[in-house]
Nanobody
């Protein structure tokens, strides 16, 4: 059974940093793309960053230069390093994976709160 389990959220002051982790059950290379999305109250879920099986990355304009997505295949883990955090980064962050055969999977989400 495919599972994505996030961790690393929390409360941080503006300008601070957090690193989110997403442990992926099964073979990481079974996923074409792994990524992070976020959803703030009253807003739609939005893409934050993605990384492909060959480590090509893509970022939302709002986080370029501040966030970095990476993967450790040996640990079956995808990371999101978030620096220079702003109050508008406050949201529930979700890990997402697009499986080659069975479609999209989502984690349960982890709350990130940035205080001003």
């Amino acid at each position: 059974q495919v599972q994505l389990v996030e961790s690393g959220g929390g409360l941080v002051q503006a300008g601070g940093s957090l690193r989110l982790s997403c442990v992926v059950s099964g073979n990481m290379f079974s996923f074409n793309v792994l990524g992070w999305y976020r959803q703030a109250p009253g807003n739609q879920r939005e893409l934050v960053a993605t990384i492909t099986s060959i480590s090509r990355t893509n970022y939302a304009d709002s986080v370029k230069g501040r966030f970095a997505i990476s993967r450790d295949n040996a640990k079956n883990t995808v990371y999101l390093q978030m620096n220079s955090l702003k109050p508008e980064d406050t949201a529930v962050y979700y890990c997402q994976g697009r499986h080659v055969y069975t479609g999209d999977y989502w984690g349960q989400g982890t709350q990130v709160t940035v205080s001003s």
